[in-house]
């Protein structure tokens, strides 16, 4: 052998024997040790004390499944034992979290371009506790050291997994506590499977809470939308953990439970992790079923969900989102969200629900980010029940007020609605939101066609522009504002109503089938309040109606809601049937009293008027009803009525003294020139085709007989 080859051998010889020591020396090694040194830099890290009390070992195993060098090279996986994180000295528990063991593989060449990668990593019975405080400290905000200068390290996490383990939260600032337990399932489930038990659910809920047509509802929109995919599943995905939680949420239970996937994929964005939640927060459920994806940055939630509950109002303080009042509902949809810290957007696509009695679709955005977050979309219902619009307003029942948690009882002798708006919440968010149904209905024997809205939400100013109903073959044109950024609430209203047919109006009256009457009206009010009772109470405007070829009876205006009017008629007409050729009213408003300056009925039979005033801030009646009849058929109208009392509680009664005087109506009425020339112009020839319209000839007299003169009564001051 020649002395090259000699030094090459013994070159080869001594790496070989420095390789072989070295790997007996790691192999041998107690990698305990380093316990000290490792707890010292986590801690430093974190600026929170951080320990290994376990022991701390190393496994060498090749990654097989690597190309090239890396399939050679050993890789170390690393298991500590018994860690433990503490909580700052203000919070109630001295631990922060606590693992019975952690593991994790590192790739070692990476190492050289400082670069840690650790391809997956395991937690073993984690425990963690979470806690807020009322000055907003939290547990999970740690104190990482300041440093000029940016580290050239760079650390690369793939996946997480995880084991059965424990999870606390105390919330003040939200006023929540909360316990989790996460449980490992006995095998596998598939994904497809949790998600029909899932669905089944939830459609079972929402016909307890608002009956079994919502659950028929949301069954068909699910199958609908049965070849759409819920959620961004691969093959393989299933679903390998349990959970459970309970708690208090601002002093109401909270129960919950569903399934998770097993591994978390931080570096892949494409790996689909699955959930499934169903919980209860007080009255409301709300459920959810789907895959989250790429969430090391909270990338991408695609989920169905449900909601239901007693009232939508409810859901503000879970979601952030200002809803209104409503009845019992349930509405089942598509949630697709892009996750970004400050910046997220929640499309609630195709859902389809139930409010009350009424169908609810349609689809919403949820923008975060900017100076408020904005909600906008388009909302459609086939068929609106009348009623389920009431707890917007404050003017549904009691027992419907006690459900949906309303504390504001409504005092038993007031009519108009007191509960206040929930100014408070208007200006969380902005909105720009459309809304349309085909049909309103209230009762069946009072039919509302269309109606259509755009409202406009935008730091606390509400507007309803234009809001319109298609009614009995006419329309109802108005705009609705309401300022909620001030206090009190300042709101106006404009509104006009044009060719409402009385015969589609009043379909199931058999006097009105051939008539060809019609009614028009407008009316421009300014108010302040926070409840219809104040705004109504403060308003200022006025208000013009006609109506003209009708008829009319006590039974019609009790099934309208009408009763001061029913109460009225009654006693100048009994039960019987009236025919009307003219109605017109003209009233001026200031601070809440509505003054008569004209209110007149013609009749086949006599000529009515009434003058006094109506006070909606004390709801107080000062009326005086004035019949003349037009011939000797009904002597009782000769005796003028009175109307006293309340909205609530009228009280309607003959005047004392001598009867009237018999002759012609209308020319008998006088000092009513300008209101009839104002409600003039609500007659419209081209709608008056079936000949000369009454109410022109009417009012013609009216104008001829003398000059406007405020009401006679004076107006009741407020309490």
Same mark, same amino acid.
């Given at each position: 052998?020649?002395?090259?080859?000699?030094?090459?051998?013994?070159?080869?010889?001594?790496?070989?024997?420095?390789?072989?020591?070295?790997?007996?020396?790691?192999?041998?090694?107690?990698?305990?040790?380093?316990?000290?040194?490792?707890?010292?830099?986590?801690?430093?890290?974190?600026?929170?004390?951080?320990?290994?009390?376990?022991?701390?070992?190393?496994?060498?195993?090749?990654?097989?499944?690597?190309?090239?060098?890396?399939?050679?090279?050993?890789?170390?996986?690393?298991?500590?034992?018994?860690?433990?994180?503490?909580?700052?000295?203000?919070?109630?528990?001295?631990?922060?979290?606590?693992?019975?063991?952690?593991?994790?593989?590192?790739?070692?060449?990476?190492?050289?371009?400082?670069?840690?990668?650790?391809?997956?990593?395991?937690?073993?019975?984690?425990?963690?506790?979470?806690?807020?405080?009322?000055?907003?400290?939290?547990?999970?905000?740690?104190?990482?050291?300041?440093?000029?200068?940016?580290?050239?390290?760079?650390?690369?996490?793939?996946?997480?997994?995880?084991?059965?383990?424990?999870?606390?939260?105390?919330?003040?600032?939200?006023?929540?506590?909360?316990?989790?337990?996460?449980?490992?399932?006995?095998?596998?489930?598939?994904?497809?499977?949790?998600?029909?038990?899932?669905?089944?659910?939830?459609?079972?809920?929402?016909?307890?809470?608002?009956?079994?047509?919502?659950?028929?509802?949301?069954?068909?929109?699910?199958?609908?939308?049965?070849?759409?995919?819920?959620?961004?599943?691969?093959?393989?995905?299933?679903?390998?953990?349990?959970?459970?939680?309970?708690?208090?949420?601002?002093?109401?239970?909270?129960?919950?439970?569903?399934?998770?996937?097993?591994?978390?994929?931080?570096?892949?964005?494409?790996?689909?992790?699955?959930?499934?939640?169903?919980?209860?927060?007080?009255?409301?459920?709300?459920?959810?079923?789907?895959?989250?994806?790429?969430?090391?940055?909270?990338?991408?939630?695609?989920?169905?969900?449900?909601?239901?509950?007693?009232?939508?109002?409810?859901?503000?303080?879970?979601?952030?989102?200002?809803?209104?009042?409503?009845?019992?509902?349930?509405?089942?949809?598509?949630?697709?969200?892009?996750?970004?810290?400050?910046?997220?957007?929640?499309?609630?696509?195709?859902?389809?629900?139930?409010?009350?009695?009424?169908?609810?679709?349609?689809?919403?955005?949820?923008?975060?980010?900017?100076?408020?977050?904005?909600?906008?979309?388009?909302?459609?219902?086939?068929?609106?029940?009348?009623?389920?619009?009431?707890?917007?307003?404050?003017?549904?029942?009691?027992?419907?007020?006690?459900?949906?948690?309303?504390?504001?009882?409504?005092?038993?002798?007031?009519?108009?609605?007191?509960?206040?708006?929930?100014?408070?919440?208007?200006?969380?968010?902005?909105?720009?939101?459309?809304?349309?149904?085909?049909?309103?209905?209230?009762?069946?024997?009072?039919?509302?066609?269309?109606?259509?809205?755009?409202?406009?939400?935008?730091?606390?100013?509400?507007?309803?522009?234009?809001?319109?109903?298609?009614?009995?073959?006419?329309?109802?044109?108005?705009?609705?504002?309401?300022?909620?950024?001030?206090?009190?609430?300042?709101?106006?209203?404009?509104?006009?109503?044009?060719?409402?047919?009385?015969?589609?109006?009043?379909?199931?009256?058999?006097?009105?089938?051939?008539?060809?009457?019609?009614?028009?009206?407008?009316?421009? @009010?300014? #108010?302040? %309040?926070?409840?219809?009772? =104040? &705004?109504?109470?403060? !308003?200022?405007?006025?208000?013009? *109606? $006609?109506?003209?070829?009708?008829?009319?009876?006590?039974?019609?205006?009790?099934?309208?809601?009408?009763?001061?009017?029913?109460?009225?008629?009654?006693?100048?007409?009994?039960?019987?049937?009236?025919?009307?050729?003219?109605?017109?009213?003209?009233?001026?408003?200031?601070?809440?009293?509505?003054?008569?300056?004209?209110?007149?009925?013609?009749?086949?039979?006599?000529?009515?008027?009434?003058?006094?005033?109506?006070?909606?801030?004390?709801?107080?009646?000062?009326?005086?009803?004035?019949?003349?009849?037009?011939?000797?058929?009904?002597?009782?109208?000769?005796?003028?009525?009175?109307?006293?009392?309340?909205?609530?509680?009228?009280?309607?009664?003959?005047?004392?003294?001598? @009867?009237? #005087?018999? %002759?012609?109506?209308?020319? =008998? &009425?006088?000092?009513? !020139?300008?209101?009839?020339?104002? *409600? $003039?112009?609500?007659?419209?020839?081209?709608?008056?085709?079936?000949?000369?319209?009454?109410?022109?000839?009417?009012?013609?007299?009216?104008?001829?007989?003398?000059?406007?003169?405020?009401?006679?009564?004076?107006?009741?001051?407020?309490?």
């Amino acid at each position: 052998m020649t002395r090259s080859r000699k030094i090459v051998a013994w070159i080869v010889g001594v790496l070989l024997a420095l390789v072989v020591v070295l790997v007996v020396v790691i192999a041998l090694f107690d990698w305990n040790r380093l316990k000290p040194f490792i707890n010292d830099k986590v801690s430093q890290a974190i600026g929170r004390p951080f320990a290994i009390n376990g022991d701390l070992t190393v496994d060498w195993k090749r990654q097989r499944d690597g190309g090239g060098i890396a399939a050679w090279v050993p890789w170390p996986e690393f298991t500590a034992r018994d860690i433990t994180i503490a909580n700052p000295g203000w919070a109630k528990q001295p631990q922060f979290a606590s693992l019975q063991a952690l593991r994790f593989r590192l790739s070692p060449l990476p190492l050289l371009a400082h670069r840690i990668d650790v391809p997956w990593l395991q937690l073993v019975q984690p425990t963690v506790d979470l806690q807020r405080d009322k000055q907003g400290r939290a547990t999970w905000d740690f104190t990482r050291p300041r440093s000029s200068t940016p580290s050239a390290w760079r650390l690369n996490l793939g996946t997480i997994g995880f084991d059965r383990g424990n999870a606390t939260l105390d919330d003040a600032p939200s006023a929540i506590t909360l316990k989790v337990t996460v449980e490992p399932l006995r095998g596998p489930i598939p994904y497809d499977q949790i998600v029909a038990q899932q669905s089944t659910a939830a459609r079972d809920q929402a016909g307890k809470t608002v009956g079994a047509a919502a659950k028929k509802t949301l069954a068909t929109a699910g199958d609908k939308d049965a070849d759409k995919t819920i959620g961004q599943p691969r093959a393989s995905t299933a679903y390998l953990f349990d959970w459970t939680a309970s708690g208090t949420y601002q002093g109401n239970p909270v129960k919950g439970h569903g399934k998770t996937g097993g591994v978390l994929a931080l570096q892949d964005a494409d790996e689909p992790f699955p959930l499934q939640a169903d919980a209860h927060i007080g009255d409301s459920h709300i459920a959810l079923v789907g895959t989250l994806t790429d969430p090391i940055h909270l990338g991408a939630l695609d989920v169905r969900l449900w909601f239901s509950g007693t009232s939508m109002a409810k859901l503000y303080p879970l979601t952030g989102i200002t809803l209104p009042d409503t009845p019992p509902y349930a509405t089942e949809g598509h949630l697709k969200a892009t996750l970004k810290k400050g910046d997220s957007r929640y499309r609630y696509e195709d859902f389809r629900g139930r409010v009350g009695g009424s169908d609810l679709a349609g689809n919403l955005l949820f923008v975060t980010g900017g100076e408020r977050p904005k909600l906008s979309g388009a909302l459609h219902s086939r068929l609106l029940q009348f009623a389920d619009l009431a707890p917007l307003v404050g003017a549904d029942s009691s027992a419907s007020k006690q459900r949906r948690g309303e504390a504001t009882a409504q005092p038993a002798d007031k009519l108009l609605p007191v509960e206040p708006f929930r100014t408070d919440r208007w200006r969380a968010m902005d909105a720009d939101v459309k809304f349309s149904a085909d049909r309103i209905v209230h009762g069946e024997s009072l039919p509302i066609d269309t109606l259509s809205t755009h409202l406009r939400l935008n730091d606390g100013l509400l507007r309803l522009d234009p809001l319109r109903f298609s009614l009995a073959g006419g329309s109802v044109g108005s705009t609705l504002m309401l300022d909620g950024s001030r206090s009190p609430m300042q709101g106006a209203i404009d509104l006009n109503a044009r060719h409402l047919k009385l015969k589609q109006l009043f379909p199931t009256f058999e006097p009105m089938r051939t008539s060809f009457g019609e009614i028009n009206g407008d009316a421009a @009010l300014k #108010a302040h %309040g926070n409840s219809v009772a =104040a &705004l109504l109470g403060s !308003a200022d405007g006025e208000l013009k *109606l $006609l109506m003209n070829d009708g008829a009319i009876s006590k039974n019609l205006l009790e099934t309208a809601g009408l009763n001061v009017g029913n109460i009225i008629i009654g006693k100048l007409f009994g039960d019987k049937t009236v025919q009307i050729n003219c109605a017109a009213t003209d009233m001026a408003a200031k601070d809440g009293v509505f003054d008569m300056r004209l209110f007149v009925f013609d009749t086949s039979d006599a000529v009515i008027t009434v003058d006094g005033t109506v006070n909606f801030a004390t709801e107080q009646l000062d009326l005086d009803v004035k019949p003349q009849t037009k011939g000797f058929r009904i002597l009782s109208l000769r005796s003028p009525l009175y109307v006293r009392g309340t909205l609530k509680n009228p009280n309607v009664g003959v005047q004392a003294g001598p @009867l009237l #005087a018999r %002759g012609a109506g209308a020319v =008998a &009425l006088g000092v009513v !020139a300008a209101p009839a020339a104002a *409600l $003039l112009a609500l007659i419209a020839p081209s709608h008056d085709e079936e000949g000369e319209n009454t109410c022109r000839a009417v009012l013609g007299q009216l104008r001829q007989s003398g000059e406007m003169m405020p009401s006679k009564k004076k107006a009741a001051k407020p309490h």
